[in-house]
């Protein structure tokens, strides 16, 4: 008699723990990044273009939270790191990618690019990337990895 009332106990915290996860409380984003028709960087090259993101929360300011390698003379350039987030809906995390064209005496900025993660992650339910531009500078895409 007690073992099955323990068994019952069980089995309903084991489904109240499934239903927490599939609500989602925290989701595990993976990133990767990459641009097409860079241009306006330099008069003899493509541009050198490298992304630091920011990101921000209900809890904390812009804050750095990732960089990538610079892509010398490139001006598709597809960016091989990987970015893992964790995120939670109450925390309205947004980010924003700063794309840079590495100089030898100052970098000069490309584009900046703000997203809500909750549009992305709306956006990403039904195709994998999002383009956003980058006013007359080219196209920036933000590639959402499910592999
Ligand atoms: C994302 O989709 C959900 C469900 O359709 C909707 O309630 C929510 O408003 C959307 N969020 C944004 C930021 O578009
Ligand atoms: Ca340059």
């Known amino acids: 008699m007690h073992g099955k009332l323990f068994m019952c106990l069980l089995l309903g915290v084991t489904l109240l723990d499934k239903r927490a996860e599939s609500q989602g409380d925290q989701t595990e984003v993976i990133i990767s990044l990459f641009a097409t028709d860079l241009n306006g960087c330099d008069a003899l ?4 273009a490298f992304v630091k ?8 300011d812009w804050r750095n939270c990732g960089q990538t390698r610079e892509m010398t003379d490139d001006n598709f350039p597809v960016w091989p790191e990987r970015f893992t987030f964790q995120y ?3 925390e309205r995390m947004r980010w ?5 064209d590495k100089d030898v005496l ?24 999002v383009r956003y531009d980058l ?7 933000v590639h959402r990895r499910r592999l």
């Open 53 to 60: 993101i920011l990101c921000s929360t209900a809890s904390y």
């Open 96 to 100: 924003r990618f700063d794309v840079i």
């Open 106 to 129: 100052f970098d000069d900025p490309i584009g900046s690019v703000s997203v809500v993660v909750e549009e992305f992650l709306n956006a990403t339910e039904v195709q994998s990337t």
């Open 45 to 48: 090259s493509a541009c050198d």
């Open 135 to 141: 006013n007359g500078r080219g196209s920036f895409f």
């Open 88 to 90: 939670t809906q109450s």
